[in-house]
């Protein structure tokens, strides 16, 4: 019989074993590759501002693995200078180091922003964003917040059903985050001395009746809404919106607006939106009088089968054509200047300042008839080809365009449904300075006086025209 204390003795033996063995055995840590997740897509402040003070929200960072993970670096890409401010597992700071997640476990990030929406100088929406580094590879996470007082538009739709119609107002700029719709039937106002600036892509979509209402003291101006261009040293960067759609049904009327630094294409409810400024579809009709469009990373004005009055505009730097008349349609175009010279932001191609079609190319020898009207008086259309116009036609649909009192840069190939009645071609208009994107007339310009009838209305300067008018959106000086 064994005595006690040998059964103490293997206790004591068995306990140590336990011991040693509880010791040897550690955490197993992944030293290579590995990936983080994050509990959002994007961490938003959607609390709009309206007075100087702060806002806190989270997320959570995901280990999936099954072994600890360390992670070297949660940090914010603008450091120190950031409008947000991030707590890290009770640890503060925009450059948290050396944070251990165990096995399908997380941790918390807090982060706030603090604005005031009376500075001027803060972008209308902030952003920034939270990288962790595991194993030398960066995860990323965007942060976006309202920056200045303003009227937030966040994927609106205004339709009957809200009211038949909607008037802005002025005393705060508006701010477009996504595409908006004016729907059938709606009507949208906008009125004079209104500023409008669009997010990344964002566009308007106008199924009713969309009114621009500005005025020659007082315009409306529709532009990107990254105001701290001059920091990267990108003032008027092309595409950094998309633009306007009249879509089959709706009606535009654009008095009095400059619409610049847009043309970005991106798709919509699986629809493939054309880069364009303004864009007028089938059915639909855009009337626009003493306007600027400028600076376009795609067309400028794209008539798509639609209805397209144009007077006394300037469409002027496009990365495609300044006007495009694609698959015929119903257009006029009055005392306008469309020009193409290129610029250090905006390669002026071998399209040209502008196109006239009946009909679409839709690719695999599909090419897609309409009808074709169009008309164009005391018009300049000029830029750096040798020339800037291309016309042709097809069977199947009619067409005719008339181009009346015009200054041209075309080359010999002149298309029989064209008709020029008083044309110049390939003379220099004689611009004050297009590499400074000045459009005047200089004395000597054979536009000057040279245009046909009389225009009611003064010209894009609210200058009163000269009798004999002169060809093009300004008046001689």
């Not at 074993?17 to 550690?26: E, N, Q, R």
């Not at 309202?146 to 107002?169: E, K, L, M, R």
């Not at 985050?177 to 004079?192: K, Q, W």
């Not at 621009?212 to 990107?224: H, I, L, M, R």
Request: with cysteine; hydrophobic share 40%; aromatic share 10%.
């Amino acid at each position: 019989m064994r005595s006690k204390a040998g059964y103490r003795v293997i206790l004591w033996i068995a306990g140590i074993s336990l011991l040693l063995s509880a010791a040897c055995t550690k955490t197993r840590v992944l030293s290579t590759g590995g990936t983080l997740k994050f509990s959002v897509d994007t961490l938003k402040f959607d609390t709009v501002f309206t007075a100087a003070g702060s806002f806190t929200t989270g997320l959570l960072i995901y280990n999936p693995q099954n072994e600890e993970v360390i992670i070297s670096s949660i940090r914010l890409q603008n450091g120190t200078t950031s409008y947000f401010h991030l707590n890290v597992d009770g640890f503060s700071g925009n450059n948290v180091p050396n944070l251990k997640i165990a096995a399908h476990d997380s941790l918390y990030v807090f982060a706030t922003v603090n604005i005031n929406p009376s500075d001027t100088l803060t972008p209308f929406i902030v952003t920034d964003e939270l990288i962790a580094t595991l194993n030398g590879k960066d995860f990323s996470i965007p942060f976006t917040a309202y920056g200045q007082n303003a009227h937030y538009i966040v994927s609106d739709s205004f339709s009957v059903a809200n009211g038949p119609v909607t008037n802005w107002v002025t005393d705060k700029p508006y701010v477009v985050i996504n595409s908006m719709e004016v729907g059938p039937g709606a009507t949208l106002n906008i009125p004079a001395n209104c500023r409008v600036y669009m997010h990344q892509n964002a566009r308007i979509f106008v199924y009713g009746n969309l009114n621009v209402n500005g005025t020659a003291s007082d315009s409306v101006v529709f532009q990107g809404d990254r105001l701290d261009r001059a920091y990267f040293g990108y003032i008027g960067y092309p595409g950094e919106w998309g633009g306007i759609e009249v879509f089959p049904g709706g009606t535009g009327n654009i008095s009095h607006a400059v619409i610049k630094n847009c043309g970005g294409a991106t798709g919509y409810y699986n629809y493939a939106i054309q880069p364009a400024a303004l864009e007028v579809d089938t059915e639909g009709k855009l009337t626009i009088d003493h306007t600027i469009i400028e600076n376009s990373i795609g067309y400028g004005i794209l008539a798509w089968s639609g209805k397209l009055s144009a007077n006394t505009c300037l469409v002027q730097g496009t990365g495609a054509q300044a006007l495009a008349v694609i698959q015929g349609g119903t257009d006029s175009l009055i005392n306008c200047t469309f020009a193409n010279y290129g610029s250090s932001v905006l390669a002026h191609g071998d399209a040209g300042t502008l196109v006239v079609l009946n009909y679409f190319n839709e690719g695999n020898n599909n090419w897609i008839p309409g009808n074709l009207n169009g008309f164009m008086e005391n018009c300049i259309v000029y830029g750096s080809l040798d020339s800037e116009i291309i016309c042709d036609s097809l069977g199947g649909a009619t067409a005719s365009f008339i181009m009346k009192n015009c200054l041209l840069s075309m080359g010999n190939t002149r298309e029989s449904f064209v008709h020029f009645d008083h044309t110049i071609f390939n003379q220099d208009p004689m611009f004050k300075s297009n590499i400074n994107a000045d459009f005047h007339l200089t004395t000597g310009s054979p536009a000057i006086g040279t245009g046909a009838g009389t225009l009611p209305g003064n010209d894009l300067d609210n200058k009163p025209w000269t009798n004999p008018i002169d060809i093009g959106c300004y008046t001689s000086p």
